[in-house]
């Protein structure tokens, strides 16, 4: 074959990721098909795509390339990320690949590899092997090419998600939910069909232009909408997913937004009342009313740093029950370790439910802290200024720690600083006891951090 150029750019910490038809096309994706079907040495792997305008093409490509190496590929159609972590998990699939580029705006597409149980291959893992090796183009003729096998596992997804609550514990709420043109306005519907609730939709037509707004929901701007609906439909509560549905971001009865740690809070409180003593995770930037609640409920805390990866180890190494990040990432064990926001969305459900008060009331006695979020700085030198950062402020700290960047906690304010994996930024999200701490010791940190 034609040695097609294939740029090791492309190949992220934890995902592929380019610009279709520029540094990502069809002849890309069969080699990273091939590479992929060489690389792992199993005798399936399993194909999921999102709705993106260029998924079809690269899936087609990719399983190509996974066949032409002699490995069968399971196609299994249009799916969300989570809806293929679970089939390589249930089905015992021994590799997995989601096409999709999550929340990237149009023009992007990518692909998230797993192996057997869902555990993530990521650069460390496997990744830049299958780069070397689809960069290199040295692929061993097989011999036999691998069959397709076309494959459905929707309805064993949303049955699977379903079995995490009690369906008849479940009151008859409205919910809304914005898909963004995004993969969660397949899955919505069925699993509205086994649920009393009354389900308005935003933006269910599947449609990789985005004609609506980008399905990235941890930009505030991409709220607006469900947040102005559930205030005029009168909703109990609302929720945004992302492109590839496995990221959930809930809105309250008043429209109000409920961040990561506050979801974190309401899914721990859930489950240790129905599993006590279990073990939680968080990451270092979530909200320190997380692991106050999980030790007054009698659960376990243990912080982790940022990034799935490490999450899913430290869970499986755990045996944690949840694990939850601040970006809308929630990990539980008897889904293979995997994120799930449906499955995190219907906890929710249920507990608003359960509890009969409206989501405000049940959030506000979990969570005490006042947030900046997450506020990216451009800085040539990360490393400097976070050294500069610990020498200026660290000296009235009542502890430091560097699991990944530094944290600085005041007692009734901590921050934490730490570099992006792939660009010049520093990432600063602090928290305080009130609102005016916050805002000043924010403004303090940040005048720093951009002088």
Same mark, same amino acid.
């Given at each position: ?8 750019? $492309? ?7 380019? +610009? ?41 490509? =990719? +399983? /190509?390339?996974?066949? *032409?190496?002699?490995?069968?590929? $399971? ?8 809806? @293929? ?13 989601? #096409? ?31 780069? *070397? ?16 096998? !076309? ?17 008849? /514990? $479940? ?5 809304? +939910? ?7 306005? =397949? #899955? ?17 037509? @599947?449609? &990789? ?18 947040? !102005? %609906? ?11 997913? *992302? ?27 859930? @489950?240790?009342? !129905? ?18 609640? #999980?030790?007054? @409920? ?17 869970? /499986?190494?755990?045996?944690? $029950? ?39 009331? +049940? ?30 402020? &660290? ?13 600085? *906690? ?30 000043? %010791? ?10």
């Amino acid at each position: 074959m034609a040695h097609v150029p294939v740029d090791p750019e $492309i190949f992220h910490a934890y995902d592929i990721r380019g +610009i279709y038809g520029e540094n990502l096309t069809d002849d890309v994706a069969y080699r990273i098909g091939r590479a992929a079907a060489q690389y792992l040495q199993v005798p399936e792997i399993a194909v999921g795509r999102d709705m993106r305008l260029s998924s079809p093409q690269l899936a087609a490509a =990719l +399983i /190509r390339g996974i066949t *032409d190496q002699g490995v069968n590929a $399971i196609d299994l159609g249009m799916t969300t990320t989570d809806g @293929l972590y679970f089939a390589v998990g249930k089905f015992n699939f021994p590799a997995g690949v989601m #096409i999709t580029a999550s929340h990237n705006p149009a023009q992007y597409n990518g692909m998230k590899f797993c192996r057997a149980q869902a555990f993530p291959i990521s650069l460390e893992s496997g990744l830049s092997d299958i780069r *070397d090796l689809a960069v290199s183009g040295k692929f061993a003729e097989p011999a036999s090419k691998g069959q397709v096998i !076309k494959r459905d596992i929707t309805d064993d997804y949303v049955k699977h998600a379903l079995s995490f609550v009690d369906v008849s /514990r $479940i009151r008859p709420l409205k919910v809304v +939910i914005d898909a963004g043109n995004g993969m969660a306005g =397949l #899955i919505m519907p069925k699993v509205f069909q086994h649920l009393p609730c009354e389900l308005v939709p935003l933006y269910f037509e @599947l449609d &990789g232009n985005f004609p609506h707004h980008p399905a990235s929901p941890i930009e505030p701007e991409n709220m607006v909408d469900v947040q !102005k %609906k559930v205030r005029e439909v009168g909703a109990d509560l609302g929720a945004a997913f *992302d492109g590839d549905a496995d990221r959930m971001f809930p809105v309250d009865e008043h429209g109000d937004l409920v961040d990561g740690s506050k979801v974190i809070a309401a899914v721990s409180n859930s @489950l240790l009342q !129905k599993f006590p003593g279990s073990t939680i995770l968080y990451n270092l930037i979530v909200s320190k009313s997380v692991p106050e609640l #999980i030790n007054k @409920l009698g659960g376990k805390a243990i912080r982790t740093r940022v990034g799935h990866s490490y999450i899913k180890a430290e869970m /499986r190494q755990n045996n944690a $029950i949840f694990g939850g990040e601040h970006s809308g990432h929630f990990y539980f064990r008897d889904n293979w370790f995997a994120d799930s926001g449906l499955i995190a969305l219907l906890i929710l459900l249920e507990l608003v439910s359960v509890e009969n008060k409206p989501l405000s009331e +049940i959030l506000k006695p979990l969570d005490h802290g006042f947030r900046s979020g997450e506020i990216n700085s451009t800085i040539a030198d990360a490393q400097g200024k976070m050294h500069a950062l610990e020498e200026r402020f &660290g000296k009235n700290a009542k502890s430091v720690d560097h699991l990944d960047g530094v944290t600085l *906690d005041f007692g009734d304010w901590w921050f934490n600083v730490r570099p992006s994996n792939t660009e010049p930024l520093l990432r600063l999200n602090l928290e305080a006891n009130s609102r005016e701490l916050m805002e000043q %010791k924010r403004d303090e940190v940040l005048a720093f951090i951009r002088h």
